[in-house]
């Protein structure tokens, strides 16, 4: 629902109605009284005043269906504070087409500072775009402001410049009194000089200065004489030069103080005020104004002499041509975004004089300010200056002066003013974590290969430490290979034909046994797994065909009766014609207790090309026919001497067709220094240990089969030595491994390396200030540091009127504001943790504040990669990566990528 105030109407007043408190002879054509409380919550334009206001979010909007040029409707909505509409949500979208009715209207983005980089006026960046298809398509060089609704869809068009269309209105509607630390930064200096490269430079004859001064730069005095009461905090230096120089603290190097914005706070103290759309221009002997004024663009006062007790606001210049300028009352001067000059020869002004993005010149021969001076800039010429700041002055701008509060840690003495828990001051005016033993009794694990698809070997790596406090502690590494797989859907499952000889020389036990085993074959079967009962004599004869049917299978296996002759060929033949589905994995599960002269090794060749292995048991003695015919498919032979032996023989070929992960698998590590690893302490021991020319030692296991779920470990316990902050265990690490289907598998492992730390794993500082101000909202908290890797420092607030029952602590992030913390006493609550490369973080300083939080650059982080610069072609190579940063962002975490042979680390900074 969108929610509507109709505007209370105002009448234009015509120029020739002119206030009997200002004589002039130059007016504007049309001026309008508008009135406090309609600044912030009324359109305050006699061109839009029959409007309604709508009220969507924290904003309020008015659609002006009056067609204009793109640029005079945003001078229009600039000249009372507000913009052309902004849009940044699909809601807003929604609302602003809703109450534009679908009519092509002006909107505040543009690209007119450099084409095709579309933002909004403040510069901020178009977080959500609606562009009609095939815009925006800049088709003329003259199109370069943004509307919406074209062709009534609520699309956008970058529209032609020469466009005349109605447009959007856009602000705040929330309270707009400032709390008393808007100010509180200003309030403490008589001389407010921002500009970073620009110096706060006095030349002449003498000075007093009643205050304090700060200039972002450096503060030069070339007088005679200068005497200051108060203070002068620069960016820079100071530097002084005359015959008396009396200046009673100097404060240089300081942080930067960011120009606080006090519009709304001025504005809203002017009251009523008078409009000009253009620029007006007083020429008089004797120029009055009292009241006030705002204006759209300069505002220029030329005479003898000026009197008046006003506020004067401008978007542009404001300039005093006059001999006298004698404020009999308060006076105010706000340039939004130019300067203010005073020219003349007599200069006497009670009040304040902002222009946070311009210059305030004063340019006379005795100037006299009984108030503040606060610009990006500020400059003085003439021979004698008066300057004199007092607390009452502040009321001009409707506060009360209640200077901020901000406690500055960043020495050993005032880092000893809170409780040290864990944390150290052993490198001069900084925190850090205190040394001693990390508190290892966390593990690391990793896993390596593929084990997620088919089925295969993974390998697992732990040691029981993750960080060392220390050389010679023993590091016990353990490796896992284990079998990973199951078979459980079509494509994937498998098809077995058991094939038995029923010659007359199976009968008896051979027969029984060779059923018995067959049946328990069938019973380890999976899911869309299917079997067939195959036997033969002279020729082969289908008992029962494919079938997952358990009890059908158990029933053809009892078939089985042994009679006849042996043509193992003809059996094999109707073995192969029987497997109909070629995604499946196809086996031969072959039976028999003789040898005959068929070609039975052309036929298992036949049934290796079909990607059909035979798994050959010979009953009784060996045979070379048999063992043929399990080579020549890829397959597995074994002799069963006796009838008792099948059982067993026929479990190993189940567990073959269904279970096996690995066949002939090697694992293979290296330690590094041979002297760290006792052999005789290693289980299982080495299939194979073989000494290196370099020291190390090289450690082989072998296992000839590994099945699904099954984990063979292997535990190495390994003394460890730091080098550099690392002990290097372990190289070399790989596991090959021949899955079921003879396909080679080859797992490599990172090197084993232990970091090495000389601090505990965290620790912390707090402190609680007293800022001896009663219900102080404490607006945030900022700090200066290192941290190393994915090592923290995380900063908690709370505050209490009475010292001891604060209220719930609040994350802070450096250098963002608060909410809902005040009081008399603010507690800072910091945490240190050692990142995982064993390094500490370091804190310079840290402090917190009731003012407005300074402007502080975010530095990007630094990275050093450490590591052999080539490797063997499927070598793995091992890098490490340290990585140093700011204390701008809570997090940042970092992984490897390859690409074309090269590595990369990407850095995710949260």
């Known amino acids: 629902m969108i929610k509507s105030r109709t505007k209370r109407f105002v009448n234009r007043i015509i120029a020739g109605l002119l206030s009997g408190a200002m004589a002039f002879t130059m007016v504007p054509d049309i001026w309008l009284p508008v009135y406090a409380d309609s600044v912030s919550n009324a359109i305050a334009d006699a061109d839009i005043a029959d409007y309604d206001v709508i009220e969507f979010g924290n904003n309020r909007y008015a659609f002006i269906d009056e067609s204009v040029l793109w640029d005079e409707a945003r001078e229009r909505c600039e000249a009372l504070g507000r913009h052309l509409a902004y849009i940044n949500s699909e809601e807003e979208q929604e609302f602003i087409t809703e109450i534009t009715n679908n009519t092509y209207t002006a909107l505040g983005g543009w690209d007119e500072l450099s084409e095709g980089s579309w933002t909004w006026l403040d510069g901020s960046e178009m977080t959500y775009t609606n562009w009609a298809n095939k815009q925006p398509d800049n088709s003329s060089p003259h199109q370069n402001h943004l509307y919406i609704n074209y062709n009534g869809q609520g699309k956008w068009d970058d529209g032609y410049d020469s466009k005349k269309a109605p447009y959007v209105c856009e602000w705040e509607y929330e309270n707009t009194s400032v709390t008393d630390t808007k100010v509180g930064l200003l309030s403490d200096y008589a001389i407010f000089s921002a500009n970073n490269t620009e110096n706060l430079t006095l030349s002449g004859w003498k000075a007093y200065f009643t205050g304090n001064i700060y200039t972002g730069s450096d503060f030069v005095c070339n007088l005679s004489e200068f005497y200051l009461t108060g203070r002068t905090d620069t960016v820079g230096t100071v530097t002084a030069n005359g015959w008396q120089i009396n200046i009673p603290e100097r404060n240089e190097n300081i942080a930067a103080i960011a120009m606080p914005d006090l519009n709304d706070v001025i504005v809203n103290s002017a009251g009523d005020y008078t409009y000009y759309a253009e620029s007006p221009t007083y020429i008089q002997d004797t120029n009055i104004i009292n009241g006030s004024i705002m204006v759209s663009g300069d505002v220029t006062i030329s005479g003898t002499n000026f009197e008046g007790d006003c506020y004067i606001i401008a978007d542009g210049d404001i300039t005093y041509n006059v001999n006298n300028l004698e404020t009999t009352g308060r006076l105010v001067l706000y340039s939004r975004n130019g300067n203010i000059t005073v020219n003349g020869t007599n200069i006497n002004i009670d009040g304040i004089m902002y222009a946070p993005k311009g210059k305030v010149s004063f340019n006379a021969n005795e100037t006299t300010v009984n108030g503040h001076i606060w610009a990006d800039t500020v400059n003085f010429s003439g021979s004698i200056f008066n300057v004199s700041s007092a607390d009452s002055d502040l009321d001009l701008i409707g506060m009360a002066l209640q200077s901020g ?308 470990e292997i535990t190495i316990p390994v003394r460890a030595n730091a080098d550099g902050g690392f002990a290097e265990l372990l190289t070399d690490t790989s596991c090959l491994y021949y899955d079921r289907n003879g396909k080679p598998g080859i797992i490599y492992a990172d090197d084993s390396v232990i970091l090495q730390s000389d601090y505990i794993s965290s620790g912390n500082w707090s402190a609680i200030y007293d800022s001896k101000n009663d219900d102080t909202v404490w607006t945030g908290v900022y700090w200066n540091g290192l941290r190393y890797g994915d090592g923290k420092i995380s900063v908690f607030v709370s505050a209490s009127d009475d010292g001891v029952n604060y209220s719930v602590p609040v994350s802070a992030e450096n250098c963002g504001s608060l909410s809902d913390v005040v009081g008399r006493y603010v507690r800072l609550d910091v945490t240190l943790e050692l990142s995982s490369d064993g390094k500490t973080p370091e804190l310079f300083d840290i402090s917190v504040t009731s003012e407005e939080l300074p402007q502080i650059d975010n530095s990007k982080p630094s990275v050093a990669i450490y590591g052999e610069r080539e490797a063997k072609v499927n070598i793995p190579v091992n890098l490490r990566g340290i990585v140093t940063d700011d204390c701008m962002n809570n997090n940042i975490t970092f992984d490897w990528s390859c690409s074309n042979g090269n590595a990369f680390l990407r850095i995710v900074v949260h």
């Open 405 to 712: 509060n901000t406690k500055t840690y960043t020495t050993d003495e005032d880092f000893s003013e809170g409780i040290l828990d864990g944390v150290s001051l052993t490198v001069p005016d900084q925190l850090i974590l205190s040394a001693g033993e990390y508190d290892n009794d966390s593990s690391v694990e990793k896993t390596y290969g593929d084990s997620q698809t088919g089925n295969g070997v993974k390998l697992t790596y732990s040691a029981d430490k993750t960080i060392l406090s220390g050389n010679g502690e023993t590091v016990n590494i353990t490796y896992g290979l284990s079998g990973f797989g199951e078979i459980q859907s079509d494509e994937n499952a498998i098809d077995l034909v058991i094939l038995v000889d029923q010659s007359g020389s199976m009968r008896g036990t051979r027969m029984e046994n060779a059923k018995a085993a067959a049946k328990e074959v069938v019973a380890q079967m999976k899911s869309g797994d299917r079997c067939a009962i195959i036997g033969f004599t002279s020729s082969g004869k289908v008992i029962q065909g494919l079938t997952t049917d358990k009890e059908l299978l158990y029933t053809g296996i009892e078939k089985l009766i042994a009679n006849g002759g042996t043509n193992i060929e003809n059996g094999l033949s109707s073995a192969i014609s029987i497997f109909d589905d070629d995604s499946r994995q196809k086996y031969i599960m072959l039976i028999s207790d003789g040898e005959d002269s068929s070609d039975s090794a052309s036929m298992s060749a036949t049934a290796g090309e079909k990607g059909i292995r035979i798994l050959a048991m010979m009953i009784g003695t060996g045979s070379l026919q048999m063992q043929t015919v399990a080579i020549n498919s890829n397959g597995i032979y074994k002799n069963a001497p006796t009838a008792d032996d099948i059982g067993e023989i026929m479990s190993y070929f189940a567990a073959e067709v269904f279970n096996t992960a690995g066949r002939n698998t090697a694992f293979k590590t290296t330690v590094k220094d041979k002297d760290t690893v006792d052999l005789n302490a290693i289980v299982p021991s080495p299939s194979m240990v073989t000494e290196n020319a370099d020291g190390s030692v090289t450690l082989e296991w072998y296992y000839d089969r590994i099945t699904i779920d099954e984990t063979e």
